[in-house]
């Protein structure tokens, strides 16, 4: 009458379990759950953390990137048109950098001497950390600013240093 033995199968009754501790039935289902949700918690921390730390690291390469090219462009752009209209600028930091991609010329084979000044001063800030790069480009700007009167971000050339205070925002990119 609605329990029916089957041949094969022996019927165990279910386990007596005595509790001698004061934790009411079904504690240790909540004991788990809990360190299931402690074990998941740290684990979004690890995986917070790895993701802050990622953009963070993105976040510095794209910066020392966009310094880089405006190294690059200052030195072979800019800043080389501005120097070739002063009389004496061999100590010029734009020289400076013009005579590494020099070094950096006759370093190479002759094979690969069609390379690009571009690319070859590229390659050689890339080795460089964001706060050498951060210098340098610090130095350059500061440069143009005082000896040419010279804004990059503005891209204008002033009259003189009062006509540069009062018509630029500001030194960064950051002011522009």
Partial sequence: MGYAKADNHE???LPVVVKIDRSGLGSE??????????????????????MSTFAREKKQYFKKRRIIHQIVEIVLKAGAQL??????????PIKNYQHII???????PEYEKEI?????????LEQKTLDECTTMIENL??????????CYFCGVVYNNNEDMESN???????DH
């Fill in 168 to 174: 630029c925002p500001g030194t960064t990119e950051e």
């Fill in 29 to 50: 289902g909540d004991q788990k759950e809990r360190l299931y949700q402690e074990k998941n918690l740290k684990k979004r921390k690890v995986e917070e953390e790895d």
């Fill in 141 to 150: 700007l500061d440069y143009l600013r005082t000896t040419h009167t010279y």
């Fill in 11 to 13: 019927n165990d009754p």
């Fill in 116 to 124: 690009p000044e571009r690319i070859l001063l590229l390659d050689y």
């Fill in 102 to 108: 020099t070094i950096l010329t006759e370093s190479i």
């Fill in 83 to 92: 120097d070739e209209t002063l009389p004496d600028s061999n100590e010029s």
